[in-house]
């Protein structure tokens, strides 16, 4: 039985992510309508414009926070290595073990590779 190739973080969907995207561009579709409408004559939708910039302002948010989520679940690793060796900085005035190296180069390969 062949293997499957391990995919890299940045090759798997994340549907989460597609979902908030696609809220934010409903934002976006219905502030733009609402403009529209208002444009057209008579129409007040001003109300309607606010609301749309409003709930496109959340959803840009929740975006950014789902991304920073990511971000601090990706460098785990790169941290926990970090932690582990800081008091060894303090106390060494900058001088980096061999040790320290090597931690810190597995945890940037867990990071990349996302075992």
Known sequence: MQKEPKQKRSEVPDEKLDELIGEYGNCRANEATAKYLVQQGGFS??????????????????????????????????????EKYKKEFEDASGVITISWNSDLWQAIKQTVEGE
């Open 45 to 82: 939708a001003k109300k309607g414009i606010i609301i749309a910039r409003t709930n496109g302002a959340k959803a840009k948010q929740a975006i950014i926070d789902y991304h920073n989520k990511k971000i601090q679940e990706a460098t785990k690793y790169i941290r926990d290595v970090y």
